[in-house]
Structure formats: structure tokens, C-alpha cells
């Protein structure tokens, strides 16, 4: 059994639709999570309580989602030495670049590993986690081989049945 | 009492949405202030004389929301050794960019203070400009301080009532 | 008397050429300052613990210089509400936008006051943060008022001396 | 005879260099000019006295080169309806584009027709202001035609003189 | 009476809308103008036979609105010395960016005057155009500066009108 | 009679609508072609199966169309030295710049020729493919022709038709 | 006793300098580790058979470093559902951006955790790698939290020792 | 043998050293050529003439490099339907990205092939040249062929000769 568990934090309750997808893809796998919606700005004191309640409980990692200065990521990972996965959120008028480049330039010493802008950076995000626990839960490790082999052989069907063939006559 | 206002100045009538959340703002906190639309380009004499007009009658600071070029803040600032805060205004396709980077790249002497593009920069200029009466008036200090904690309070009522649980068993 | 004092707090060692010129602002205003280096994401305890011991002391504001995540005047930001003046700092390839940006785009209720990209910033957020102090200190504001005025009154000067004329007869 | 003068002005004396190349082609096609240092934001009241002044003596257009937050042309156009050729200037790290964007994205009404930033920008206004009294003086047309062919002449030739060929033989 | 006339070329119909206040602003002024679509890269010799051909019968200058590679302004600047105006079109993602850019960074020798992407661009290139035949036709000049006055006039009357003013009292 | 064909890819499903205008040129040039959805990360086996594939079978070029990261031009050119041509697609909030970036950033050594991010990059990545057959295929090459001259005359037929003349009086 | 290793693999002989802080950080730790030079491009059919061989063989994660279009990172993550880390380089003229917005943006799918452009990237990818293998191996995770401990420890010394106090006075 | 040439065209004598790597390409694969110094701008009825000649006497493609407004690709594909490959390079401040925009943004209708900012960009437009004319040569399809298996064999050998492994142990 997994006895372990993630945790997802994001700035504001408005990236909870952003956030989901990794909530889906951890319920996909089960891997057990916590998700809170807990500001790095607004609620520091809760943030850094947070973060050192879960790694006495036992967290595996953490992802964080934050959009604009999105200082999120690097506040978590200024309290452990545990993974912190950073999903940059697009909610300025600038395109996601803010947050992603606050999120992933984070100084030597103390790592973020980023994913891209949105929802799918949230899914890659949680896909990641799940490839973390793989290492350690065999479980966990087949699953995720099989997630993967599943997605591609439904591709390669999908292409073959989609493909278009024009032979230069009809028009 | 506070004797002293605010002005918050614009460059044109359809900049007034973006600067509510700033007159909102000081609204909150029972600061007098006047709101102008004056272009710094349209009528430039007008905004001079406001400005020194301002000056004489007692004004603490000025809050200048602008886009495109943006030049407002720089020009107010040109009139004034009175703190200058700049709202970028997005209203061309350049994502506010162009605004941002002409409010915020003052040649050294000349200081403006630049907040974020649009409605969360109106109001945090406005918080700004309450920062600074506060450090004169007592009251508005502590308006401030429970202001801030009220909202930690609420966002960390609601981080624990919206929290996620799943504990890797049901679907 | 000032019986107050800034505190300029850069994230590195190497951010000490681009904050002197904070620093000489305020030593020829004669404003009284600690500087010291703390970083948010490396040192977070000892930050949080400055930030409040500070403010017990009766400091008036900071000024914060960071680079790449730049999260620094953020974190401050989140601990006080005196005002912030964060100055970026360029230290990675993306021309210090990825530092501007992080620092300005603060979410609406925590606001940090931006100043341009390196050395000009930092004098611009040291001269802002003399104009602060003028609101409360006359002998401040007079300074700074004669200040501009010398400034100005040379650059004057200097304009009608270097001025080129060309007649459009002579090569 | 050519009965009026151009006036070059730049924000800052570091901005000489870049525009030289202005004052060079106004001297090489004899067009009287001043070249003035005048800053919008530490001198904008002798700006203005300027502008004005240039206007009573019968000035026919404004080449304004700034960098960084770049009002310069923006506030020139703001006191007159004379062509005003705006030239970014690149003097911080944002690649000369904050410099042109707070230039060229003028409000409607008031139009600074750009150039590109640095040298070439520099160049090119002055040769847009010869075309400009090209419209009045008969004398400036035909020497712009010249001028003009003169360098197509020399770069056919030279295109002709450095042609490479090569018969795929020999290595 | 105006014994010339300006040239409005764009590089396809789909630019009609956003050109439409260049031919406005000339009506208003009562400028003679032909207003054509032609593309630089699908209808080249048209091009180069239009200019040739307005140069004859005595125009005076061209405004060039084009979007994406927006070579028009470029390639009409190639075939003469009189002034091109340039007006980048937002056609592609790239926030009008490549086409403002495109039409600015030509070549020293080579000019062409540049405006903001889109329909203020399309104003002011045409505004430009007035000022420009204001140097030659003094009725020009009247129209323009009464035109600038009466809506610096209308601008600081609604300034007074719409100003808001707030004691500190009522919510 | 064309002995060869065309091969489109693309990394989705949701990239068909973008990529049809180069199915449709390559029909309306009666230019055989294959149209597959395959994923360069997620069935990688089957994209360098079906590059072999088709090189064996007598295929001409490629054109591939990705979004995002947009690697699949870059992969199938690593597998073939025939012509890639890769068009961008923009499904991301980056504008298309990083799919753009992503494609035409080739090392030295495997080039990938690219087109303009979206429908435009499609049909020119397509009419590129053309003129690629057109060296080798007289009947093509004829066609290619003809269609270029067909569009070029309707372009100056409609610009003459549409032209808008208006000579200063009328308002 | 670490049983396993980790994998650096960059695209290019020239990126050795960048990598270099991901291979010292990994002997600093005693992680074993194989660095390999392998272009996703020029040597794609090396790179797969690495990637399945290493698998094999019992590798835990892999860092790859690659600049302009890099498509290595994303490449490997094509072939395998073990963690990738990847790190972009700053090889063309684009800042880097290009890189990094090439490995960030994967599909949803098949993730690739991303670093910052440049050394600090491969120093915080290895030290994330560090944190990965902490999970499996407690002699890994008290080493990590001893650096991190010492760090801190180390830089609030220095921070006290290089503080700068200016009280008002001298100058 | 091959009975037909390349032209490599280029704005200006200062892009020489860029595209030199064009030309050594050409010479490598013995593929004959004519390299030509002819401006978009400055020159364009010589631009105009040589592409009209070339086609004439048999030309296969043509190789164009230009930096800042880089107008010269798309004027020489409005000239012909052969085939256009574009080169960016990088001359103003802003890192090729206004060539490199300028270049790829053709309208739908005109096509050039756009390859990277600078010397890799002019290599690999060669090397695509090559490929065009591997369709028609068997000789340069079988030359192309062993060039790149070359390569690959060379960097096969090598990334094993440079491989590091550390296993763990000493430092």
C-alpha cells in the first residue's frame, strides 16, 4: 500500500480549475493528496506550518500553483528538502511568461522543477509525482508502464483509423 | 483626522474601470482624494497646473493610471518630488508591456513607483498610498494592520474549510 | 531628528554593485539604514526574523534588490505592512524581465513598489524612499526639494553650454 | 535659401553618440539645425520654453532620441503640431524595445512618427526630416534624389565587383 | 487650394477596418487621397507602377498599413524619397510585434516613419500626414491647430465635469 | 504523371483544422499525399516506422505541424534526409512563439524549413511542397505558374475595382 | 548502498561547461552517474538504444542539457516513464527562451521536469535529483538536509558579518 | 552532372561572414552558385533584374540573408515561384527575432522556407538546398546520404570515446 501522500497548494481558489487535472491524474493512480488553496503572500504563517505538519506526516512531494509573481514553488521549497513540482498559472495579462519564468529561475541551492503554463503543466506535474513514486512503490511503477503503453497503442490506432490517403485523381 | 487627500489621475475616460479598484480602496479607508482624467499628451498644461495646484493644497501622493505610452506617471513625477504610483493600463495588444516598461524604466532622479498592469495595480497602488499615510497617521496604521489580518483570517478559514482530502481509496 | 531608518536587503553577495547606489542615496540624505543580505529562499528564518525584529526597532521601510525567481520583496511583503520598494536585479539571460516581473506583478492586497531594472532602480526606490520620509521630516523634504532643484538648475546650465548649432553653410 | 532649422534633442549627454549620425547627414545635405540636451523628467519646464521658442523662430520639425522610459517625443508633441521624428535610444537591458514601444504607441491624436532604435534610427530621422523640406525647397529634393542614387550606383557596382561564382568544380 | 494629394496603400482588404481612420482623418482635413489595396509580395509590379506613376502626377506622401512579414512600407520606401508613413496591422499571434518591427528596423538610408499597431496607428500616420502639408499650405496649418486646441479644450472641459471628489467622509 | 507524395503529420487531433489548408493546396494541385496524426512523444515508435515507411515507398517531403514544444519537424529530420517543412501551431497562451522557436532552432546539420505559425504556415508549407515538385515535374511546375499569375491578375483587377478616390471637396 | 545511477546526457560537446555543475553536484553527493554527449538529431538511433540500455541496467532518473530547439529532454521522455530533468542552454541569440520553452512545453502526457537556463539549471537539476533518491535512501536524505543546514548556516553568518549599519551621521 | 546553380543573395557586404557557411556547404556538395551583395531597399530594380536573369539561365533556388526589416526573402519570392529559403540575421538589438518574424510571416500565397537566426540558419539552408536537389541528382542524393551517416558515425564514436561514469566512490 502507498502510505504516503502529495500535497497541492495554490495561491487562490481561482486556479482551482487550472489544478484539477493533477487532482485527476493522483485519484487516477491512487496516490493519496491533500489540496489546499493556501496564499504564499497573503498567508505565509499558515504556508510555513503546512508545509512542516505534512513532511512530519510523511508527504512525498509537493506541487504548487501560482500565477502572476507565483512565489508559491520557491516559498515551499525554501521550507524542504522535498521535491516541489511548480505549475505556472496564466492569470495576467502576460501570457503565463511571468509566472513560469518565477517559478523555474529559482537560485542555485534550492531547486523548483517547473511544467508548463495550465492545465497541462498541472497534469505533467502529477504525472511526474506518480513517476516519483514509482521508484519506490512497484505498484505504483507497473501502473504508470501501463497508463503510458495504453495512451500510445490508443494513438496508433486512432492514427491508422484517422489516416487521410489522396491518390492526386478526384478532386 | 487626516488632513491631506489623495489624486488619482488617469489618461483617459476609458481608463476609469481599470482605477475604480484604487478610489474603492481609499474609499475603504476614509481617505479624501480627488479623481481626474487628464492625458499627459492631450493637455499637458492642465496636468501641470493640477499637479502644482495639488501640491499647494496639501496633497500626499499621486496615483497615475496609463496606457500605450504610458508617459503620465513620468510626467507628474517631472512636476513633483511627491511620491509617484504608477497603475500600467493595458489598452493596446502589446499584453500592457509597453505600459509596464514606460512607467517603471525612470532614468535615474526621477523615481516612480510601478505596480502590476490593470485592476490588481489600481489597488495595491491605492494599499500603497495608505502604507504611506499610515507611517503619519496613527489611525489609518491600525485600520491597516486589522484590514490585512481580517484577510488572513478569512483566507485561512477557507484554506481548512475547501481543503481536498483523498486518501487513495475511492474512485 | 530621523529616529527612524531603512533597511535595504539584497538576495546575494553579488547584488552589492547594483544596491551601493541605494545606499549613497540615503547617506547623502543622510537617512540613517541597515543593509544587509538575506536570502528568501536560502536563509527564509532569518529573513522572516528581520523583517519583525526591524519593525519593533521602528524601521520605516525596506528596499529590496533581487534577481532571476526574485522573490524576495515579496516575502517581506508578506510579513509587513510598511511599505516595500523592490528593485530588480539582472543576474540571469532574460535581461532582468524575468526579475521585474516577478517582483510587480504581486497578487491585489500585497502590494511592493518596483523600480527599474539595476543600478537606476536602486537609486530611484532610495530617492522614493527620501520622498517617503518627507511626508513626516520638513528637513528631509527641503533637502530633497533643493536636491531637484540643483539638479535641474546644472542640467540647465549644461544644456545651453553643450548646445550645437549649425548654420547650414559650413561642412 | 533655406529659411528655417531642424532641433535635435536628446534626454541625456550619453545619448550624443547615437545621435551623431543625425547631425551628420542634416550638415552633409545643409540643413541648419540646434542640438540641444534637454530631459522631459529634470527639465521640463526648459523643454517646453524650448519648443515653444523653436516654434516662434520657425523651426519645421523635432528629432527627439530618449531611452528607457523614452517620453521625450511624446511630451514635445504634446506642446506643438510640428513633425516630431521620435529615435529610441538603447540604454537599458530590455534591447532598446522599452524605449521604442514608449515612443511609438502614442495615444491618437498625437502622433511621433518612429524610427529604429540606435544609429540607424538616427540616421533615418534626419534623412525623413530632409525629405520632409524636400516638399518646399527644390533645391533639398534634388539633392535627395542624388543622394539617393548616388548610393544605388555604388552598390550595384560593388555588387557586381564581390560577386562570387562557383562552377562546382574546384574545391 | 490643396494641388496634391497622399496615398493610402494596404497590403490587403482585410486591413480596410483598420485603415479607415487614416482616410477619416484626411476627409476631415479635406485632403485628396487614393486609398488602394496592393500587396507588396502577391502584386509587385503593381506596386512599383502606383508609386511611380502618384510621384508623377504630384503626390505628396504615402501611408503604408500592412500586418505579418508587413514589407509594404518598406518596399514602397525602396521606389522613392518621399515620406512613407508606415501603419503595422495586428494579422498573425504576434500582437502586431512583427509587423511593428518589420516596418521600423529598415535600414540606415531607408526611411520610413513608424506608428502604433492598428487603428490609433491609422490616425496618427494621417495626422502626420496634415502636419506635413502644413508646412507648405498655411490653411493646413490653421485647421490643425485649431483641431488640436478645440480638443485639448473639449478634453480639460470634461476633465472639470467628471471629476471626483471624495472627503474622506460618506462610504 | 506525379510518381511521388506528399506526407502531412501532426502531433493531434486538434491540430486537423489548422493543418487542412495544406491538404487542400496539395489537392488543388492534384499532389498525392498521406495525412497522419502521430505524436513524436507519445508514439515515437510509430512516427520513425512510418518516416522509413514512406521513404521506401517513394515519398518527396514532409510536412509536419505541431504546437507547444513542438519537436515532431525535429524528429522525423532526424530520420530522413528528404525535405521537412514544419509549420507551427499555437496551442498554448506563448502566441505560437514557442512552437515557432521550438521548430526553426535546428543545430547545424538536420535543417528544418519553417513556415508562419497557423493556417497561412499550412498552405505556404504546402505551396513550398509544390515548388519543390515543380523542378521535377514540368506539368506542375506550369500549374504553379498559372496559379500565381491567376491570383496576381484578380488581386489588381480588385484593386482597381475597390479603389477609393476622394479629391478634397465632398465631405 | 546507492545500487542505482543517473544519467546526464547533453546535446552537444560545446554544453560540457553548462553541465558540469549537475556532475559535481552528483560526486559532491556520491550519486554514480554516466555523463554522455548524444544528439536527439544527429545521433537519434544512439540515443534511444542509451536510454533503453541504461533502463536495463537500473538507472533512477536522467538530466539533459540542450540549447535552441532542444528537443533531447523531451526525446528521452519520449522513450521511458522514469523522471527526466531537463536543463536548457543558451546557445542562440534568444536568451535562452528558446530552450526553455522547448523542454517546459510538453504535451499533457509525458512530462519533463524543467530548470533554469544555464549552470544554476544543472546544479539545481542534479540537487533535484539528490532529493529524488532521498526518498529511497535515508543516507542520501540526511546528507541533503546536512548541505542545505550548512548552507543556511553559512549565510546567516556571512549575512550578520558583511552587515553595513549607516546611523544618520557621518558620511 | 549538375546542370543548374544556387544564389545565395545577401542585404548587405556586412552579412558575408553569416552566410559564408551557405557557401561551404554549396562547394562541399559541388553544387555550383552565385553569391551576390544586392539590398531589397537600396537596390531593387538590381534585385528585381538578377532574379529574372537567374531564372532564365536555369537557377534551382535561392539562399536569402538579411538582418533588422529583412524585407529581402519575401521581395525575391514575389518575384518568382522557385523555391525561397530565408536566413535571419542577426544585425539591431534585437536579437534576430525582427529578421527572423519579418521572414517567416509571408502571407498565404508566397512561401519562404526560414531556417535559424545566423551562421547555423545559413548552413542549414544549404544543406536544404541539397536535399531540393537530391530529388533530381541521384549523385547528391548519395552524397547527402553518406554526409550525414558520416557524421553520425564520427559523434557515435566520440560520445562513447568522452563518456564520464563515476560510480560513487572516490571524488
Redesign the interface.
Known amino acids: 500500500?502507498?502510505d504516503t501522500?502529495a500535497g497541492i497548494i495554490m495561491?487562490?481558489?481561482s486556479d482551482r480549475g487550472t489544478m484539477q487535472?493533477a487532482?485527476d491524474i493522483?485519484?487516477?493512480f491512487?496516490?493519496?493528496?491533500?489540496?489546499?488553496?493556501?496564499?504564499?503572500?497573503?498567508?505565509?504563517e499558515?504556508l510555513q506550518e503546512f508545509v512542516h505538519d505534512a513532511e512530519k506526516r510523511g508527504i512525498?512531494f509537493f506541487i504548487a500553483g501560482a500565477g502572476?509573481?507565483?512565489?508559491l514553488a520557491?516559498?515551499i521549497?525554501?521550507?524542504t528538502?522535498?521535491?516541489v513540482?511548480g505549475v505556472p498559472i496564466?492569470n495576467?495579462?502576460?501570457?503565463?511568461?511571468?509566472s513560469?519564468?518565477?517559478?523555474?529561475?529559482?537560485?542555485?541551492?534550492?531547486?523548483?522543477?517547473?511544467?508548463?503554463?495550465?492545465?497541462?503543466g498541472a497534469?505533467?506535474?502529477a504525472?511526474?509525482g506518480v513517476?516519483?513514486l514509482?521508484?519506490?512503490y512497484p505498484e505504483v511503477?507497473s501502473i504508470?508502464?501501463n497508463y503510458?503503453n495504453q495512451?500510445?497503442e490508443r494513438?496508433?490506432a486512432?492514427?491508422i483509423k484517422?489516416?487521410?490517403?489522396?491518390?492526386?485523381?478526384e478532386?
Open positions: 500500500m502507498i501522500f495561491g487562490s481558489e487535472g487532482a493522483l485519484r487516477e491512487h496516490i493519496p493528496f491533500e489540496w489546499r488553496v493556501i496564499s504564499a503572500h497573503r498567508s505565509p499558515l512525498s502572476g509573481s507565483a512565489h520557491g516559498v521549497a525554501s521550507f528538502t522535498l521535491p513540482l496564466h495576467t495579462k502576460l501570457l503565463g511568461l511571468d513560469l519564468l518565477s517559478i523555474v529561475n529559482m537560485p542555485a541551492g534550492i531547486p523548483v522543477a517547473t511544467f508548463s503554463v495550465g492545465p497541462a497534469t505533467n506535474a504525472l511526474f513517476a516519483l514509482a521508484a519506490k511503477n504508470l508502464r503510458r495512451k500510445k494513438l496508433t486512432d492514427s484517422n489516416a487521410v490517403v489522396y491518390d492526386g485523381k478532386v
